[in-house]
Each structure stands twice: as structure tokens, then as C-alpha cells.
């Protein structure tokens, strides 16, 4: 353990952790959606050391937080749409990707000449950009490929010895990451569905299209609108099967492979048709806000098991939904046996 551990992140740690951030360290710190790990967007060692900690693919870029939705003028370019965004959503779990300033490193963006802009809700993420007084580039803070941070533990486990500090903030709040968008001629695309759902820009006057790398996946040598869409994600040790059928068809089917000693990953209402053991549950079946704050969570829990296969039930994609079934479905690497 190397990373000096704030639990819990009283002002006088955030303040602390603030200047490891001016002095080009990097941060676990807790948002509203996931814990990130953060470093001064503007300083490119900084930036660097971010990739090193997660062994990140180095084509994949960093969503840049601000502390105000008009602190966005100085790193790239706005408009109309952007402050409308702004005034529906900000503070909160949406990213919007912008035409970047010169100012903002190329390895934050990899290159691309988009960068994508967030201002969390979350008072010690607001606290800590506030009082470090750059932007900090922060991607979730799990080792890449394994299923991001929820919980204090989570980033404990896989970045105690590669973060200068973590932040101690709770369990976090929605669960999935930021809704990434890009802006269109009529409207905005959704490159990553999160808590703000294609339901809540709609209602806000935006017309939303979803990328199709949102739910099918995308060819090694395909054109892909966000880099994030290459990778493999959130997966857990064990392989992972979603059955996607009516009810009674699909937990027939689990207690058959549960006899078999796999691992099951159903909606709370299920789990009395199981035992105890290598049973998880995330959310109930028509709540797609529980099942997003308790999916990761529930993934990361069977890695403390010797599962090899979890089987899990396909939830609706609706709302926030979308986000949910993104999740699980390349937590599968898109194995869908439908029932
Ligand atoms: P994470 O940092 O783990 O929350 O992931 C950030 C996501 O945002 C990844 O899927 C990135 O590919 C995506 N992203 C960040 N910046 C851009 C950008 N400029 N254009 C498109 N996608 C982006
Ligand atoms: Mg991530």
C-alpha cells in the first residue's frame, strides 16, 4: 500500500489531496456516479501517470472535470447547445464532448481534437477541483478491464498501490458512469448511456440518437466514435452469459446451471429460487436506478468466489435501463444466449 488512504475525506484531506494535484500526483476521489482517479488535465506527466496507475489502453482518452459549466470556455469550444446542456444537467452525470482547445494536452484526448467535459454534483469532487484550481482528467478508477469502483473497498483493492491518495466518499450514489454525448446537427448522439437517459435529454428539448456501438459490438478494425467502445469492460474473473427470455424460462434454465456449481446474477425478487453461495443481485427488476447503483458491485463480488461462468438475467433497456444493459453487455463481451 503506497497511497495515502483519507477515510473518511474530511475538507482538511480534500485540501491535502488538492495539492498532490498541483504538485502532479494523482487522486482516487469519490463523484456521483463512480470513484475517478484524477491528475491536473493541463500537466502531461500528470496525465501520464494516470494511464501508468490503470494500465489504460493509451488510445483511450480522459473525460476532463471542471468545477463550473463555464470554466469549459477555456479548454474548448463551446456554443448555444452546450449551455443549454449546461443549464438541464450540470452539475451532474453527463459528459459532452467539444472541439478542444490548444491548452488541453494531446494525451488527455489521444490524440483527437474532441475533448469531453464533465462537472460532477458531488461536493468533494466539486471541493477538490475547486481547490486545486485546474481541471483534472479523470477516468474511473478501477485497473482497466475490471468492473469500476463503487465503493471505497473497490479502490482500496485495486489502486492502493498505485494512487498517491484515495479519497474516502461512500458508496457511490447512481453506480455507471457519465452519459458521454456528442453533439449533432438536430440534437445529440449518445455514445455512453448513463443516469441522464435518452428519456431525460428528450424531455430537455434535445432529439437524441444512440450510437449502435451502445448496444452491439463493434470490430477491431471498425471506425468507432468513442475509443471506449474497442475495449473490453467491467468484466469480472468469470466468464459471463446473460440469458435474455421470459422469466420463468430463464431462472428454470439458472437453477439448472446453479446445480452445476455457476455463479448467478439476478434481480433481487429472484434470489429466493437460490441458495446462498455464488448468488448476486443487482437491483430490482423494474428499478433500473437500483440495478446501475448495485451492478459493478455485484460483478466484483464473484471475483472472491471460484465461479468460472455467471449466468446473468438480461434487464430491460429502457431509461436508465440502456445504461445498465450497456454495462452488462460488455461485462459479457456481448454473450447473449437468448431463451
Ligand atoms: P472513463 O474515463 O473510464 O469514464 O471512460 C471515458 C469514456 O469517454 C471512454 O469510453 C472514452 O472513450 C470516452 N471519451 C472520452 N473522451 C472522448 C472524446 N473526445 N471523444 C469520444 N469519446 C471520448
Ligand atoms: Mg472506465
Do not use: W
Amino acid at each position: 500500500m503506497t497511497a495515502k488512504l483519507f477515510s473518511p475525506a474530511t475538507d482538511e484531506a480534500v485540501r491535502e489531496c488538492s495539492e498532490i494535484i498541483k504538485s502532479g500526483g494523482n487522486v482516487v476521489f469519490p463523484t456521483e456516479t463512480v470513484y475517478g482517479l484524477g491528475a491536473n488535465a493541463l500537466d502531461p506527466k500528470a496525465v501520464d501517470g494516470i494511464f501508468k496507475a490503470k494500465g489504460r489502453p493509451s488510445d483511450n482518452p480522459l473525460i476532463v472535470h471542471l468545477a463550473y459549466p463555464e470554466d469549459a470556455e477555456k479548454y474548448a469550444y463551446t456554443n448555444e447547445k452546450y449551455y443549454a446542456l449546461a443549464k438541464a444537467f450540470m452539475p451532474g452525470p453527463l459528459t459532452v464532448i467539444l472541439k478542444k482547445r490548444e491548452i488541453i494536452p494531446d494525451n488527455v484526448t489521444c490524440g483527437l481534437d474532441t475533448v469531453g467535459l464533465r462537472v460532477p454534483s458531488n461536493p468533494i469532487a466539486h471541493r477538490l477541483i475547486e481547490l486545486s484550481g485546474v481541471p483534472i482528467a479523470a477516468p474511473s478508477a478501477n485497473k482497466s478491464g475490471r468492473p469500476s469502483p463503487t465503493e471505497y473497498a473497490h479502490v482500496v483493492e485495486d489502486m492502493g498501490s498505485d494512487a498517491g491518495a484515495i479519497l474516502d466518499g461512500g458508496e457511490s450514489e447512481i453506480g455507471v458512469e457519465s452519459t458521454v454525448i456528442r453533439l449533432t446537427d438536430g440534437g445529440v448522439e449518445i455514445l455512453r448511456p448513463g443516469r441522464v437517459s435518452p428519456e431525460d435529454l428528450e424531455n430537455a428539448g434535445f432529439k437524441v440518437t444512440v450510437n449502435k456501438g451502445v448496444t452491439h459490438p463493434v470490430a477491431n478494425d471498425e471506425k468507432v466514435a468513442s475509443p471506449g467502445m474497442k475495449y473490453r469492460h467491467y468484466a469480472p474473473k468469470a466468464k459471463v452469459v446473460i440469458l435474455d427470455g421470459e422469466r420463468t424460462k430463464v431462472i428454470e434454465r439458472m437453477k439448472a446451471e446453479y446445480k452445476n456449481g455457476c455463479g448467478i446474477l439476478c434481480f433481487e425478487e429472484d434470489a429466493e429460487e437460490f441458495g446462498k453461495t455464488n448468488v448476486q443481485t443487482f437491483g430490482r427488476e423494474r428499478d433500473a436506478v437500483s440495478q446501475a447503483k448495485r451492478l459493478f458491485d455485484s460483478l466484483r463480488a464473484f471475483d472472491g468466489s471460484d465461479v468460472k461462468i455467471i449466468y446473468s438475467r438480461m434487464p430491460d433497456s429502457n431509461g436508465v435501463g440502456l445504461a445498465v444493459t450497456n454495462r452488462l453487455l460488455r461485462a459479457a463481451g456481448f454473450a447473449v444466449e437468448k431463451i
